[in-house]
């Protein structure tokens, strides 16, 4: 059984900065986390999910537009954990935030594991 479960999101003011971090546990996954890509989505009320940002198992780095250069997601091997750094947050940053896994190596087609989601809310 694949578990992912985030931390760290919360309250913070326009401007301000959260780190979620998505640790990765279950038998077999764990072993091969490095072999994966993970990636990390987002859900506003209401809306559908998107894409927030991905890290291939090489380390290569895909961002949503709307995140560019204010967002770093990172990951640690060793640790099995995956990390979204996030400055410069704005009010539309507001949503429910989730960590995935891909079953390739590449930030590619669907995630086949998901994380429960962690909050986060922005107020101006």
């Known amino acids: 059984q694949v578990q992912l479960v985030e931390s760290g999101g919360g309250f913070v003011q326009a401007g301000g900065s959260l780190r979620l971090s998505c640790a990765v546990s279950g038998r077999t996954f764990s072993r091969t986390f490095s072999r994966y890509a993970m990636g990390w989505f987002r859900q506003a009320p209401g809306k559908e999910r998107n894409f927030v940002a991905g890290?291939?198992?090489?380390?290569?780095?895909s961002y949503a537009d709307f995140v560019k250069d204010r967002f770093t997601i990172s990951r640690d091997n060793a640790k099995n954990t995956v990390s979204l750094e996030m400055n410069s947050l704005k009010p539309e940053d507001t949503a429910d935030y989730y960590c995935a896994a891909y079953p390739y190596t590449a930030v590619a087609g669907t995630p086949n594991y998901w994380g429960q989601g962690t909050q986060v809310t922005v107020s101006l």
């Open positions: 890290i291939s198992e090489s380390g290569s780095t």
